[in-house]
């Protein structure tokens, strides 16, 4: 999907993996998390810019989505849940909504909705893939500028995501913590360190492969 909708790096498979691997970690901080529930989260995760409006029509790609699910053996009902809550967890959509803090009811998936949603808000704490994506919306600028640019967006963005109450999961709070060092240190050093996600293969996900 990403070759066909010309999804690039900064939204493609690294950061696919990138924000599964931050959605397994999340997930091993809560209790009575169901099979279905740590799948839902999961899937929801890794595939949850495969629809995003920025690269696709959401109505298409979601439908595209579902079908894969479907034929990977997933019910209706779960697979639905996935698509619900991929096409309400963009930060930007959700500040657009001008409702700050006010999120979708997603019943019982709602846990796996924010960590989901908050796997993809730590995700948003890496310099070089915000870099990377305004040099693809915007070749004219010089590199000087593109440093700029992410730099006012990490300012008034997302070194906001904790004290605005976009993130809010305690474990999460202390990766934003980590990451934002992490950052800062980026913009010091003019770095564009991404290091490769480690996923964990030992997830129930990958079992039946
Ligand atoms: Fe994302």
């Not at 740590?38 to 495969?50: K, R």
């Not at 309400?88 to 001008?98: D, G, R, V």
Request: proline share 3%.
């Amino acid at each position: 999907m990403c070759k066909k909708y010309h999804i690039d790096e900064s939204h493609g498979l690294k950061h696919a993996k990138g924000t599964l691997a931050r959605a397994q970690n999340l997930l091993k901080g809560f209790d009575n998390v169901s099979f279905e529930e740590h799948s839902i989260a999961l899937y929801a995760a890794a595939l949850h810019d495969m629809c995003d409006s920025k690269y696709s029509d959401v109505s298409i790609s979601s439908y595209e989505i579902k079908d894969w699910l479907l034929s990977e053996g997933w019910s209706n009902e779960h697979a639905n849940a996935v698509i619900s809550i991929i096409t309400t967890m963009s930060y930007s959509k959700l500040k657009n909504a001008n409702l700050p803090n006010i999120y979708p009811d997603h019943r019982i998936w709602q846990r796996a909705y924010h960590i989901a949603r908050h796997s993809d808000l730590l995700e948003a704490y890496i310099v070089s893939r915000c870099k990377l994506y305004n040099e693809q919306i915007h070749p004219e600028k010089s590199e000087e500028e593109h440093w700029a640019v992410v730099k006012t967006l990490f300012d008034n963005r997302v070194f906001k995501y904790v004290k605005d109450g976009w993130i809010f999961f305690p474990h999460a709070i202390t990766i934003a913590e980590e990451l934002e060092k992490e950052a800062i240190r980026c913009f010091d050093n003019k770095s564009l360190d991404w290091p490769e996600p480690s996923l964990d293969y030992t997830d129930s996900i990958f079992a039946y492969e």
